[in-house]
Nanobody, 122 residues
Framework: QVRLVESGGGLVQAGGSLRLSCAASGRTFNSYAMGWFRQAPGKERDFVATISWSGGRTNYADSVKGRFTISRDNAKNTVYLQMSSLKPEDTAVYYC???????????????WGQGTQVTVSS
C-alpha cells in the first residue's frame, strides 16, 4: 500500500511559480513510477508529467513542456512538480499518482492522492 499526500497548492498570479510536493508512505516508494495529473472544473483528469522509479526518465504533456519540471527524492519518499510561467489555464486540482511504470501510470495508476488546488489569476 502507498498513501499519497499532496501539498503546495495555492493562488498565484499569471507568470508566477509554485512547487507542489507529494509525500508517500510505504517502503516501496522507490519501486513506483510517479506522476502528476490535473483536473479543471468541468473537464476530465489529464496527464501532466511522469517520472520513472529512478528519476532517470521523465515525460510531460505538451501544454507544460518547458514550464514544469517533475523530480523525486527517493530518500524522502517525495515527488515534486516545479511549475513556472503559470497561466490561468493551469488552474486545476493537481493529483499525485503512483504506478508500476511510466506507461501504465498514465492509464491506470495504482494509487491516487487527494489533490491540491492550484489557481492562477490573470
Amino acid at each position: 500500500q502507498v498513501r499519497l499526500v499532496e501539498s503546495g497548492g495555492g493562488l498565484v498570479q499569471a507568470g508566477g511559480s509554485l512547487r507542489l510536493s507529494c509525500a508517500a508512505s510505504g517502503r516501496t516508494f522507490n519501486s513506483y513510477a510517479m506522476g502528476w495529473f490535473r483536473q479543471a472544473p468541468g473537464k476530465e483528469r489529464d496527464f501532466v508529467a511522469t517520472i520513472s522509479w529512478s528519476g532517470g526518465r521523465t515525460n510531460y504533456a505538451d501544454s507544460v513542456k518547458g514550464r514544469f519540471t517533475i523530480s523525486r527524492d527517493n530518500a524522502k519518499n517525495t515527488v515534486y512538480l516545479q511549475m513556472s510561467s503559470l497561466k490561468p489555464e493551469d488552474t486545476a486540482v493537481y493529483y499525485c499518482a503512483a504506478g508500476r511504470t511510466t506507461v501504465t501510470i498514465t492509464t491506470s495508476p495504482d494509487y491516487w492522492g487527494q489533490g491540491t488546488q492550484v489557481t492562477v489569476s490573470s
